[in-house]
């Protein structure tokens, strides 16, 4: 009677209760879905979004210098106009990569109310 649950109760019978472990384990694991999602988010993939939303944030921040390097020619602040728009170009680029990963939602956008479909119609 190898193999039987009286024998698995047993001190010495690890392989039984490892047996029955694995199979408890199996039951439980959750099924691998059938879409490849890790090779969509690797490799180049994340590449090319690490580097869209850096050049979105240097973008905001060359603007806003830009702008306060002007202001500043123009009516002769200087520096106070460079200093007042790198930091807002600063604040605009943190913006930008927040709305781009999806954190913020674009400015006057309206969440769809329950029950509604993706199309907006009931």
Same mark, same amino acid.
Request: charged share 25%.
């Given at each position: 009677m190898e193999g039987t649950v009286a024998d698995r109760d047993k001190p010495g019978d690890l392989d039984g209760r490892?047996?029955?472990? $694995?199979? @408890?384990? !199996? @039951?439980?694991?959750?099924?691998?879905?059938? #879409?490849? $999602?890790?090779?969509?988010?690797? =490799? @180049?993939?994340?590449? !090319?979004? !690490?580097?869209?939303? #850096? #050049? $979105?944030?240097? !973008?905001?921040?060359?603007? =806003? @210098?830009?702008? =306060?390097?002007?202001i500043d020619e123009m009516a002769g602040t200087s520096p106070w106009g460079l200093i007042i728009f790198l930091l807002l170009g600063f604040g605009a680029g943190i913006v930008n990569v927040l709305r781009s990963a999806g954190q913020v939602a674009d400015f006057g956008a309206t969440p769809p109310k329950k029950g509604d479909d993706e199309d907006g119609k009931d």
């Open positions: 490892r047996r029955t472990l $694995e199979a @408890a384990l !199996a @039951a439980r694991k959750p099924a691998e879905p059938e #879409s490849d $999602e890790r090779a969509k988010t690797g =490799g @180049a993939g994340g590449f !090319a979004n !690490a580097l869209r939303l #850096s #050049s $979105e944030f240097i !973008a905001g921040i060359v603007v =806003g @210098a830009a702008l =306060g390097w002007f």
